[in-house]
């Protein structure tokens, strides 16, 4: 069982930045971590995941470049850093632990946290 809880979301301007944090209690180390977002009225979709040793990241083009993903598996915590925004990232985003060694694709994630919003305006 792992419980995450996100944090540091909130309004910013285009080509601004942002960190995303979340917390994780349980085997957190034994999890492959993702980030996805879900603007209004869209489907939740994939934004980045990092292995449990950190080693091997995965990005959505729509953020590779802008978005870095990375974790502490001694505090317990991920991350996602997000430079460059752009108003079209705005969205509830939501952190995510699988046990799948790959995980890019939603239905692979167990435990999810209860989102962050991001507003980026232009």
């Known amino acids: 069982q792992v419980h995450l809880v996100e944090s540091g979301g909130g309004l910013v301007q285009a080509g601004g930045s942002l960190r995303l944090s979340c917390a994780a209690s349980g085997r957190f180390s034994s999890y492959t971590m993702g980030w996805f977002r879900q603007a209004p009225g869209k489907e939740r979709e994939f934004v980045a995941a990092i292995s449990w040793s950190g080693g091997s990241t995965y990005y959505a083009d729509s953020v590779k470049g802008r978005f870095t993903i990375s974790r502490d598996n001694a505090k317990n915590t991920v991350y996602l850093l997000m430079n460059s925004l752009k108003p079209e990232d705005t969205a509830v985003y939501y952190c995510?632990?699988?046990?799948?060694?790959?995980?890019?694709?939603?239905?692979?994630?167990?435990?999810w946290g209860q989102g962050t919003q991001v507003t980026v305006s232009s």
């Open positions: 995510a632990a699988s046990s799948s060694v790959v995980a890019v694709r939603l239905r692979f994630y167990e435990y």
